[in-house]
Structures are given as C-alpha cells and as structure tokens.
C-alpha cells in the first residue's frame, strides 16, 4: 500500500495568516500522464468530507481561490493563502492512483 | 441536484448482520464508480472498496476484504454495503463517495451513516 504522511497534525493559525499542509507518499503519485495523483479533503466540524483539490494543484468546484496544491511525485503541499474562521477542520490527502486508495492522518487546523 | 443519500442511524449487537445503502441521483448512477469511506470515533477516514454499478466490477481493501461486501441495485440508483456478522470494531461513521473515474478524486459525499455495535 502506498503510506501518505502529513504534517504537522495539528495547525493552530490566526485569522488572516497563511497556513501550510504538507503531505508526503510512500511511492511516486506522478503518472505516465503527466498528471499528479494526490487530492486534498476538509472534513469540517460535523460534516462529510468534501473535495478542495485533485490532481495535486486543481481546485474542485466552488473552492475558493485562498486555497493552493502544488507539488510533484512524492512531495505535496497545501496552502492557504489567508485563513478564515470557515477554513476550521480536518485536512486530508489521499493518492487515488492505487488501490487500496490511502489517505494521509489528517491535520486539524483550528483557529487561534 | 447531484447527491447521495445514505440510510439511517443503525444500532447491532454484535453477531448481526447489517446493510446499509447509499442512493445516487441527479447524474448517470451506472457510470460513476461509488466508493465507501470508513471514519472510526475520533479516527481518520479509511478506503474499504469501491463499485462499477454498471458490471458490478468491484475492488476491495484488503484490510476489509472478505470483512464486508459491496453491491449495487442499478434500476433503483443504489449502492449497498454489508456485513454477515458484526463486530463492535465495526462500530464507526460509514460514508460512500463517487468518482467519475477509476482513479478520479471523491466530487461527492453521502452524508454518512452511523453503525454503533454493541451488546
């Protein structure tokens, strides 16, 4: 299987400053199509999963243009540009390029 | 509106068997793959296996193969999952998600259903 590791697991931030995820594989989520593997989540207080990214740096449908992906192979990052009370919850990376499919521990983000 | 809507709260003893669905509407259920997402209580989310409504193609974790089994009623848009005998390990928020490809990104979530195992 391949292991996705994040860091830090916890990220307190203060209102308005930016905020860093980084997500780590096991193996090369690079594909022989050019395109990065690796998609984010935010799992907000109570609620379901939803998509922010895929593709490594592509914003899903309605995300808001604060949230960034970046990254090639087996190093990725998430970044917000400037946090907001909304943004509260639990960040997680997931490689859909192999089954089983893995995702990383998860980063609470709570604000200061 | 594209959505999934799952089944209700569900409360085992330990040794039952339990299936749980998952609803699919607004898009073309039989081309879309459904995957079902595990999150123990207080836990991160865990892949268990995915579905192909259209030929039933199945994959499975193998953490949960042979532990539960995935299904699909393509004439009423719903996919199921299911135990033969529930243990209290099996106690946990149970989420089902699509992709519109193999290897595509989960676009939409069920709302979960929670299954709590205890004598």
């Known amino acids: 299987d391949i292991v996705m590791t994040q860091s830090p697991l916890s990220l307190p931030v203060t209102p308005g400053e930016p905020a860093s995820i980084s997500c780590r594989s096991s193996q090369s989520l690079l594909h022989r199509d050019g395109h990065n593997y690796l998609d984010w989540y935010l799992q907000k207080p109570g609620q379901s999963p939803q998509l922010l990214i895929y593709l490594g740096s592509t914003r899903a449908s309605g995300v808001p243009d604060r949230f960034s992906g970046s990254g090639s192979g087996t190093d990725f990052t998430l970044k917000i540009t400037r946090v907001e009370a909304e943004d509260v919850g639990v960040y997680y990376c997931?490689?859909?390029?192999?089954?089983?499919?893995?995702f990383g521990q998860g980063t609470k983000l709570e604000i200061k | 509106e594209v959505q999934l809507v799952q089944s209700g709260v569900e409360v085992k003893k330990p040794g039952e068997s339990l299936k749980i669905s998952c609803k699919g509407s607004g898009y073309r259920f039989n081309s879309n793959w459904i995957a079902w997402v595990r999150q123990m209580p207080g836990k991160g989310l865990e892949w268990m296996a995915m579905?192909?409504?259209?030929?039933?193609?199945?994959r499975y974790s193998p953490s949960f193969q042979g532990q539960v089994t995935t299904s699909a009623d393509k004439s009423i848009t719903t996919a199921y999952l299911q135990w033969s005998s529930l243990k209290a390990s099996d106690t946990a928020m149970y989420y089902c998600?699509?992709?519109?490809?193999?290897?595509?990104?989960?676009?939409?979530w069920g709302q979960g259903t929670m299954v709590t195992v205890s004598s």
């Open positions: 998600a699509r992709r519109t490809c193999y290897d595509c990104a989960f676009d939409i």
């Open positions: 579905i192909y409504p259209y030929d039933s193609d199945t």
């Open positions: 997931m490689q859909p390029l192999q089954t089983p499919n893995t």
